[in-house]
């Protein structure tokens, strides 16, 4: 009869055994030497001191680099060597001079000598990172902690202590027991208790483990006893499955956040000790397959390690290493913009292609916090067929109802679809029977498929699969009891498992919406105002760009896709949702400046070169006025030039202005795609204004308004429709806050009680009129807000626009509140139309269900907007991405102040521009999405100086005829002279689109679209 006690006497008896299977031969000396520098080679130049057991070493941000030299004794003949340096850092070591393994809690061992000969030297190097300071990820726990890795490493604060520096032997007969016995356990604990299998299992494994002496005397008996115990184990290894077993397809992983709780450029040495240990273990182990989806971190290590990517080149060949994921970053996929998703695949199947000579085919985004359904269709194009992800199974309100499925876009594409459906540690298993079994258990459809896909390895931070991984998977292969497991090359499985069950996949329309991380909409505001306007001037910029070299320009195409890289590398799932620490954010704004810097260098160059082909003002006083959008605009430009107060366009007439104190208002209307001039002119001119503004009351041509005595509009009657805007009892433009602290995921989270604590914001200091003129009038209005920030709007009617604008700046010190602007619009309806990448989306105005009610908190680009069948109103921005739709009120969400991970999220001041565009009709392209693209991208002004040439009035490059499609990108081709043109149909519609080019455009050049 079996011991009660069983399941705990076999546990603690493999603790022991464990700790048998490397015997030490003796400690290595070493010495240290500290610096804040990082190095790609070993630093022989530092000042070393020796480091004995147990020194203390380094402070924050600082590296310690260890050295000795190694010499295997000659009786060590024939075994396995290893070397140990136990600290909670995380670590690279070098062997004669190369980076050879990382090396950390979870990789305290590193294999030296497979099969040592004996008398083998080494001259070793270990670069040891001491961390950094980090307030944590829970905003009810803000505290300073030391962070050495991501995962299980304490939190100890530096100095660290040198705990071992050793080299081993290992005992294999030891290791080939522990892991098989380890293997039956765990395989024991998942069977049902009634189970043969698990009686036999434990009955052989009390046998076996019974043999072993606990207090060993010499290496002789404990050999000896082991192979007793081995006889026995090997009974129960033998045992295999039947043929309904299910097959759990592994693959070795290290999740590498970019940026993080670290900076970007502690990321390169992550990924140097990553992959040096991936490289490493598929020296011992052939069976090993890794999949690595980010090229980024390729031309890391391409810049920084070149030796390793050489040993990578060799693998992908050998097909065991899978460079397979699509993106040149794992990208947030709620805010990049259409046209960024476009080049992430651009840029990261170009490099694959080049490092490699390898196509990925499977978008691998196991952590990426929501899915648009734009990104069906992209995929479709860039030729992905697979898509893999995990993150939809943190969903805090309802499970997912398919693992594997089509999942269908905006435009009907579909993409094959495979959720990891490990639970414990995700996409960073490890592939014990437990979590084998839960890998399986979790699986929905299991009439329809029969394999799923895990993927093993220590993640976030880095460090990748263990060898206690690979040898407990080997085990795993056919174990009775288990379901089977076997390392897959991702492709290949998604291959097979489309095939065999190509006819019950089901399918899921629209959106992969995460109820989670609803917050990271709006954490973080400056990083995400950079992210809109830099992906719009990379647009115009290409735009004009192209026209350029139409006319003979030379194309700066190598400095565009450095700067497209940079701005790519910062859409890394934690950077640009908001989620990371302060010093991302730092490093991440300086290279927003320079990329903004380096673009507009580029444009004002284009442009001064096509200016050379514009009629210039004979007085020297001319501007080009350039519109990068594809239909004719008629708008106002600023020109701030104080000293003139008419505009005349190329052929004398007069163009309507407003002088104000910074400039000059101009209303002119553009060709489409089109760079025109004008010229400003020093005459008396009287344009009467159309607006009339009487106490709390004002009148446009376009609207009647009320105001209360806070500054919101309670009226909003539309003149031309006979209708009131705002439901009545309530207003536009409420501002509010509120408290706003998450359960868990400070800078990633809100959570829905925030409206239990929402206060208005009432507080007005002072409104004035600061222009009144005959383009616009402007109504100032100062707040104080929260409990120690400012707000100052500027309210902006136009004469011939129907929009109103609200030009916000808040100097915002807020802690744990957000900041929201509400709207009730009168308008019955049961959904909104919400804007994303390359068309839009409907989502739900009410609470039916768990589904409609976990949307408390979307994304949306550029516009939403509620209509009925004659009237609307959009909601339109120019930086911003959370929305809210709450019981009538349908709000912006503007500012957040998390603590955690960085603890001066937001702080400071933010400009930004929302407005309210009231329409007739049901939404429309024509009115709304072209004037969200018209809020968004600005008119570009550049001085005109006179030229003696002949030139012509205008120059263009394309129009279209079809308003509901939208041209958003033109660039050269990468690979020959052609010209590509991209468009997208924004309205949900069918039809017919011709495209013109201007007749100037004479060089023969190939279009693409």
């Known amino acids: 009869m079996l011991p009660l006690e069983v399941e705990h006497k076999l546990e603690h008896r493999l603790e022991v055994i464990n700790k048998w299977r490397y015997g030490k031969i003796g400690d290595v000396d070493l010495e240290m030497a500290v610096t804040k520098e990082h190095f790609r080679t070993p630093p022989e130049h530092l000042e070393y001191n020796p480091a004995p057991i147990g ?20 009786q060590y003949k024939g075994y396995r060597i290893y070397y140990r340096h136990d600290s909670v ?120 483990l019974d043999c072993i002496p606990m207090h060993w005397v010499t290496e002789e008996e404990l050999e000896t006893a082991v192979k007793i115990a081995q006889k026995v184990i090997n009974s129960l290894m033998k045992c295999h499955n039947g043929t309904t077993t299910p097959f759990i397809g592994i693959v070795g992983h290290a999740h590498i956040d970019i940026g993080w709780l670290w900076p970007v450029k502690e990321t390169i040495r992550k990924a140097a000790r990553t992959f040096s240990s991936m490289l490493l273990l598929m020296e011992t182990y052939p069976e090993f397959r890794f999949i690595q989806s980010q090229p980024v971190l390729y031309r890391m290590i391409e810049e920084n ?12 060949k050998e097909g065991r290493w899978e460079p397979n994921g699509g993106m040149w970053v794992e990208a947030d996929c709620n805010i990049s913009g259409g046209e960024s998703l476009v080049r992430q695949f651009l840029e990261g199947i170009k490099a694959v292609k080049k490092y490699f000579g390898y196509v990925p085919d499977t978008l691998w985004l196991p952590d990426v916090f929501g899915y648009s359904s734009a990104l069906p269709q992209i995929l479709n194009k860039c030729n992905i067929k697979n898509f893999v992800t995990s993150k939809i199974n943190w969903n805090d309100t309802n499970r997912f109802p398919y693992d594997t499925f089509w999942w269908q876009g905006i435009d009907g594409s579909r993409i094959f679809t495979h959720f990891l459906t490990t639970r414990t540690n995700g996409y960073n298993a490890f592939p014990n029977p437990i979590v084998i079994k839960e890998t399986w258990d979790y699986v929905q459809h299991k009439e329809i498929q029969n394999a799923v896909l895990c993927s ?29 497991v076997d390392f897959v090359n991702v492709s290949e499985f998604l291959s097979k498992l489309r095939e065999d069950i190509k006819d019950e996949i089901p399918c899921w329309v629209g959106e ?32 004009w760009a192209s026209l350029a070299f139409i006319y003979g320009n030379e194309y700066p195409s190598q400095k565009l896709e450095t700067l497209w890289r940079k701005l790519l590398t910062n859409q890394f799932h934690d950077i640009l949702p908001g989620s990371s620490i302060h010093e991302v954010y730092q490093d991440a704004e300086k290279e927003f400046e320079e990329i903004e810097k380096e673009l507009k260098d580029i444009q004002e160059k284009t442009i001064e070169f096509l200016g050379t082909k514009i009629h210039s003002d004979p007085n020297n006083n001319g501007y080009l006025i350039c519109n990068s959008l594809p239909w004719e605009r008629n708008d106002t430009v600023f020109i701030p030039n104080k000293e003139y107060s008419a505009a005349i366009d190329v052929n004398g ?34 344009n009467p204004s159309p607006f009339v503004n009487i106490n709390d009351t004002l009148e446009t041509p376009f609207y009647k308004v009320k105001f209360d005595k806070s500054g919101r509009i309670i009226s909003l009657w539309d003149k031309e429709a006979h209708r009131e805007v705002v439901k009545e009892g309530y207003s536009l433009n409420s501002l509010y806050t509120a408290e706003d602290i998450p359960v868990c995921w400070d800078a990633w989270d809100i959570n829905s009680d925030y409206r239990d604590k929402i206060q208005y914001e009432e507080n007005l200091v002072s409104s004035k009129v600061i222009e009144d003129g005959s383009i616009m009038h402007v109504i100032r209005r100062e707040y104080k807000i929260g409990k120690r920030s400012n707000l100052v709007q500027d309210i902006v009617f136009y004469s011939k626009n129907r929009r109103i604008d609200f030009k916000t700046e808040v100097d915002w010190h807020e802690k744990h509140t957000l900041l929201k602007t509400g709207f009730y619009f009168n308008i019955l309806a049961e959904e909104f139309k919400n804007e994303i990448q390359f068309g839009h989306i409907v989502r739900p105005l009410h609470q039916n269900t768990s589904w409609d009610r976990a949307k408390f908190e979307v994304c949306a680009h550029k516009w939403v907007d509620v209509s009925e069948a004659d009237y609307g109103v959009a909601l339109i921005n120019d930086c911003k991405y959370g929305h809210d739709a709450y019981k009538g009120r349908i709000s912006l969400t503007l500012l957040r102040s998390p603590m955690a991970p960085d603890m001066e999220a937001d702080q400071g001041k933010h400009i930004f521009t929302y407005a309210i565009l009231p329409h007739r009709g049901d939404f429309n392209v024509k009115s709304v999405v072209r004037s969200a693209y018209e809020l968004n991208v600005p008119i570009d002004v550049y001085a005109h100086h006179k030229k003696e040439e002949t030139t012509q009035e205008s120059i263009s490059l394309c129009w279209i005829d079809n308003t509901n499609v939208i041209i958003e990108t033109v660039k050269k081709c990468e690979l020959d002279e052609s010209i590509i043109i991209r468009l997208y149909e924004a309205g ?8 013109s080019f201007h007749s100037e455009l004479r060089k023969p050049t190939s279009v693409i679209y």
């Open 653 to 686: 007439n007069n163009l309507e202005t407003q002088q104000t104190q910074q400039g000059l208002y101009v209303s002119v209307s553009l060709p489409p795609m089109s760079i025109i001039p004008i010229a400003l002119r020093k005459i008396e001119t009287i």
């Open 55 to 74: 020194s203390k070493w380094g402070s924050h941000w600082e590296t310690v680099w260890f050295r000795g030299q190694i010499e295997i004794p000659k």
């Open 512 to 543: 992969l919406y995460l109820e989670l991380h609803r917050g990271t909409y709006t954490t973080q505001a400056k990083t995400k105002k950079y992210m809109r306007k830099l992906e719009l001037l990379l647009r115009s910029v290409e735009i």
């Open 456 to 484: 093993i390895g220590y993640g976030d931070g880095g460090g990748g699969t263990t060898l206690e991984m690979i040898e407990i998977a080997r085990r795993l292969k056919d174990l009775e009891g288990c379901p089977k």
């Open 89 to 208: 850092a995380e670590k690279l070591l070098f062997v004669n001079g190369k980076p050879y393994a990382g090396m950390d809690i979870k990789h305290p061992a590193v294999l030296l000598n497979p099969y040592s000969k004996g008398g083998e030297q080494y001259n070793i190097y270990v670069e040891a990172y001491c961390g950094h300071p980090f307030p944590g990820v829970e905003g009810y726990d803000i505290r300073v902690r030391t962070l050495h890795s991501v995962g299980e490493a304490p939190e100890s604060e530096p100095p660290l202590e040198l705990e071992s520096s050793e080299l081993l032997y290992e005992r294999v007969h030891i290791t080939q027991l522990y892991f098989d016995a380890l293997a039956l356990l765990q395989t024991a604990k998942i069977l049902d208790k009634n189970s043969l299998r698990r009686a036999r299992i434990l009955k052989g494994l009390n046998e076996a």
């Open 988 to 995: 949900k519609t069918r039809g017919f689109v011709n495209l």
């Open 305 to 316: 390690y070149p030796e390793l990517l050489g040993k990578i080149v060799k693998r992908v």
